[in-house]
């Protein structure tokens, strides 16, 4: 990202906070609905300033994963790739035990990719060979137990098949990692 960008989103992002109701009155309850209406109004910047508040302000808060999960994911589809990967570093750190973190170390996986740090590549692609290993019995494929459903509203899925497993997310594969 720019820094003219940068500092355009600072602004854009200062105008909208002022606009909203002070996030330090919400409690990470109220925040958390408050970004869930954004999202179904069609506000995803006003989402990510909500998801954002509760990741920054409230550590101890059982929305703060998701919320945490959100706001790598926005600067993922806003091409802001530094940030997405240190907040899905962020997420792995603290959550290492989430259901949804496989989804976290594939966006990992897709920004060390793009960056195309072949070392980074090839260590992000071992700890997915190295995640829970399914055993596929007569069938070609299997879905991941989990799919998720994120704040922001996009559908994942993980499809482990006999030589790979596939990240999907709305229906297209964004990776693949080949056994």
Same mark, same amino acid.
């Given at each position: 990202?720019?820094?003219?960008?940068?500092?355009?989103?600072?602004?854009?992002?200062?105008?909208?906070?002022?606009?909203?109701?002070?996030? #330090?009155?919400? /409690?990470?309850?109220?925040? %958390?609905?408050? *970004?869930?209406?954004?999202?179904?109004?069609?506000?995803?910047?006003?989402? &990510?300033?909500?998801?954002?508040? !509760?990741?920054?302000?409230?550590? *101890? /808060?059982?929305?703060? =994963?998701?919320?945490?999960?959100? #706001? *790598?994911?926005? %600067?993922? &589809?806003?091409?802001?790739?530094?940030?997405?990967?240190?907040?899905?570093?962020?997420?792995?750190?603290?959550?290492?035990?989430?259901?949804?973190? =496989?989804?976290?170390? $594939?966006?990992?996986?897709?920004?060390?990719?793009?960056?195309?740090?072949?070392?980074?590549?090839?260590?992000?692609?071992?700890? !997915?060979?190295?995640?829970?290993?399914? !055993?596929?019995? $007569?069938?070609?494929?299997?879905?991941?137990? @989990?799919? @998720?459903?994120?704040?922001?509203?996009?559908? @994942?899925?993980?499809? %482990?098949?006999?030589?790979?497993?596939?990240?999907?997310?709305?229906?297209?594969?964004?990776?693949?990692?080949? &056994?």
């Amino acid at each position: 990202m720019t820094m003219k960008a940068k500092i355009l989103l600072i602004i854009v992002s200062s105008f909208l906070l002022l606009s909203l109701k002070p996030a #330090c009155a919400q /409690s990470a309850g109220e925040k %958390y609905k408050s *970004g869930l209406g954004a999202v179904k109004d069609g506000n995803e910047d006003y989402a &990510y300033l909500y998801f954002l508040s !509760i990741a920054r302000d409230n550590p *101890g /808060s059982k929305y703060r =994963p998701l919320a945490l999960f959100a #706001c *790598g994911e926005y %600067y993922f &589809y806003k091409s802001d790739y530094e940030d997405a990967f240190n907040t899905f570093s962020e997420f792995i750190e603290d959550y290492p035990d989430s259901r949804i973190k =496989p989804y976290a170390v $594939f966006f990992l996986l897709k920004i060390a990719r793009s960056w195309q740090k072949e070392e980074l590549v090839k260590t992000i692609e071992k700890e !997915i060979r190295d995640m829970k290993q399914v !055993i596929l019995v $007569f069938k070609e494929t299997k879905e991941y137990r @989990y799919k @998720y459903r994120s704040l922001l509203g996009r559908k @994942y899925k993980l499809v %482990y098949h006999i030589d790979r497993v596939e990240f999907n997310a709305d229906g297209e594969i964004l990776e693949q990692v080949f &056994y």
